[in-house]
């Protein structure tokens, strides 16, 4: 047993913590740095030999860890406790004017807006968690609610604090920042790249998404990434500031860096000055940006003004005029997506638009195609949108050619030959082949495997994309058929991975049958109308013979979702893949109808924290004895349950008079009917 290191190492360890992440924040924050680069090294490495000897002193947020860890087998998705939301977009100054006076006419003023005004980065929006000022979680942005855990690979960026500065900070804080890659260093990794024969990326906010995807965090420590924070999310207990600049300033304080350019501005004219100036400074930039945003900038009146489904009314990005240009249109071809969306997409007369060569355009779905137009032959506008995405923005008829074909939209799947639908109200149309279309294979078996599907433990994302690219399974049949050698092959794998997967395979065969209908990925078909399905059918074979009419019947299915499942249902692919499945073994005990559960026809919300379930379980529970679920709370809920810290729902169902409930009873009314 070897001995503990002795205190002075101990001290000295501490040390050098604090003066290497001192004279970090001097560099990357403050760009002022006290002591040469040579100073610095000679204290890292006199940081990473006292820590070869004495590992036990290696701790996750010692600045040696920077240069990345043990590479992971797969991202763990990280749920934002306040949503991350996107921003609405303004073009021109009219667009702008216009946001600026539904501020007023919400607040009932005339009064000027002060507004925050900065930079909009081309990045990738992060949120960092610290808690009792030291670093511990990052995320991405994701879908707004659920992101990926990027703790490894954001901890590798030097100009990030692993510990707040000051002792004024709050218990739990999450910063927002945009993680980016400067020019310098975006020139610099592709020139690399092109001496190594590699593939380059196509601009710098792919170069720092991809960056900041790598299993291996060791890979991310060699890329040139930096941030700009500008926000924050949860604070507990909440900060004692009124204003969005003060809040900026604050951070700055305990570590953070914030951007530069950003100023207040208290008319209307001084956001727009601001926008041409910045305008102007584009080029001259160290980093690739695509607009400016503006934030009310009184927490009050941002608090007054609210939100709507996917942005904050009190914040607008006024984006960048595009870069535009001429090109022909050689041909349009119909791409299937993972999702089975068919896309159709414009080849085009290779064109130089906005540093790069373009000779694809999306035309996004057919209801574009016919509005605007767009023929083979024709002579088009084509435009980087967002500075990313190749887009047609319109043709020039009077130079259209005799000749010029029109597009239709196709009957089949380019790939698996399925249906190809496209419902009323919808605008893209989607191959239905689901089970069975090659296009489609990754996404719907790693679907038909999470954990509310089949719950395959081991099966992860990465794993699958494995076996469809060497082709071992083409559906989710196929994965029951796999041998323990072939898995063993596998890198990373082993015969004793492989026995456990073979296990959890073996496992997934007893399930439910709302979980089977749920696993199949058929559009519109989330948890809530699988388990009303699987209810009121019991079965599957009266399920694959219904009628839209018969589905209509059925609480939660409406016309479109019973529209998807007939037809799904009677694709021969599906089938043939759905007959193998059973044939393989999975299995499930015959539903009682939901009219006969004792809780049928009752609504419940769920709201707050649970201690004995969380809210998934709990929802399941409910849903087994017949009840509804339901997200908001209305005059025809029945009870909403309120585990700890519950949220708006609570004051809600008060108003309405609606029935309370604490986690003590719904645990009594499980007991009731022993589930």
């Not at 954001?154 to 999450?174: F, S, V």
């Not at 088009?380 to 005799?402: H, L, M, T």
Request: neutral net charge.
């Amino acid at each position: 047993m070897t001995s503990p290191p002795p205190k002075k190492i101990v001290e000295r360890v501490n040390s050098l913590h604090e003066l290497l992440e001192e004279y970090n924040y001097q560099y990357y924050v403050l760009d002022d740095p006290t002591v040469p680069d040579a100073e610095y090294d000679r204290l890292f490495r006199e940081l990473q030999a006292f820590e070869k000897e004495f590992p036990e002193l290696v701790t996750e947020n010692s600045p040696s860890q920077r240069v990345g860890g043990q590479p992971l087998d797969a991202f763990t998705q990280v749920i934002h406790p306040i949503p991350m939301l996107s921003l609405n977009n303004a073009f021109d100054d009219e667009e702008f004017f216009a946001f600026n006076q539904r501020i007023k006419d919400r607040l009932k003023t005339t009064d000027a807006i002060e507004y925050i005004c900065e930079p909009k980065l081309d990045g990738l929006a992060v949120s960092l968690l610290y808690e009792a000022g030291r670093f511990v979680q990052a995320a991405t942005r994701g879908d707004g609610v659920t992101g990926e855990n990027i703790t490894q690979n954001i901890r590798t960026i030097a100009m990030i604090p692993l510990h707040l500065r000051g002792n004024d900070y709050p218990a739990r804080l999450e910063v927002r920042g945009e993680v980016y890659m400067p020019k310098k260093g975006f020139a610099a990794l592709n020139e690399k790249a092109q001496q190594k024969g590699e593939k380059q990326f196509a601009n710098p906010r792919n170069a720092a998404a991809g960056s900041l995807r790598q299993l291996d965090s060791r890979v991310a420590a060699q890329r040139p990434l930096e941030i700009f924070c500008y926000g924050v999310g949860l604070v507990e207990p909440a900060l004692n500031i009124d204003n969005h600049y003060s809040l900026l300033n604050q951070l700055a304080r305990w570590g953070f860096r914030i951007n530069k350019n950003i100023i207040v501005a208290n008319k209307e004219g001084h956001c727009i000055d601001y926008y041409q100036k910045i305008l102007q400074k584009r080029e001259s930039l160290p980093y690739e940006i695509d607009g400016v945003v503006y934030k009310v900038n009184e927490f009050e009146k941002q608090k007054q003004l609210g939100f709507i489904s996917r942005a904050p009314r009190w914040a607008i990005a006024y984006k960048f005029p595009a870069e535009e240009d001429i090109s022909q249109v050689l041909d349009i071809e119909f791409q299937v997506g993972r999702t089975g969306a068919i896309t159709p997409v414009a080849r085009l007369e290779p064109t130089f638009v906005g540093g790069v060569t373009v000779s694809n355009a999306t035309l996004h779905n057919m209801d574009e195609v016919l509005r605007k137009d767009v023929r083979i032959g024709d002579r088009v506008i084509i435009r980087r949108a967002g500075d990313v995405i190749p887009e047609i923005v319109s043709v020039i008829k009077e130079k259209r050619p005799q000749g010029s074909q029109k597009v239709t939209l196709p009957k089949t799947c380019p790939v698996c030959d399925s249906d190809v639908i496209k419902p009323e109200n919808e605008a893209v149309a989607r191959c239905i082949g689901g089970l069975y279309c090659s296009a489609q294979q990754k996404e719907k078996i790693i679907h038909f495997a999470s954990r509310k599907a089949m719950d395959i433990d081991g099966l992860g994302n990465k794993l699958i994309e494995q076996l469809v690219d060497r082709k071992m399974i083409s559906t989710m049949a196929d994965l029951y058929q796999l041998k323990p050698t072939e898995l063993a092959n596998i890198e990373r794998m082993g015969m004793k991975s492989a026995d456990n997967l073979l296990a959890a395979l073996e496992k997934s065969k007893s399930t439910t049958f709302a979980k089977f209908l749920y696993a199949l990925g058929i559009r519109e078909v989330g948890e809530a109308t699988a388990n009303s399905l699987a209810q009121h059918f019991g079965d599957l074979p009266p399920l694959l013979e219904a009628s839209e009419a018969i589905l209509l019947q059925i609480p939660d299915v409406g016309p479109v979702v019973a529209a998807h499942l007939a037809h799904f249902f009677k694709q021969p692919h599906n089938r043939e893949v759905i007959d193998a499945l059973i044939h393989l073994g999975i299995h499930w005990p015959k539903s009682i109808k939901r009219e006969n559960l004792p809780l049928a026809g009752y609504t419940y919300v769920l709201t707050g924290t649970y201690d004995q379930m969380n809210r998934d379980q709990a929802k399941a529970r409910l849903q087994a004895l017949g009840a509804k679920v339901s997200s908001s709370v209305s005059k025809k809920t029945t009870a909403v349950i309120a585990g700890s810290q519950p949220g708006s729902k609570l004051p809600k169902a008060e108003a309405l008079g609606v029935a309370i409930m604490d986690e003590k009873e719904l645990n009594t009314l499980f007991e009731k009917f022993e589930i």
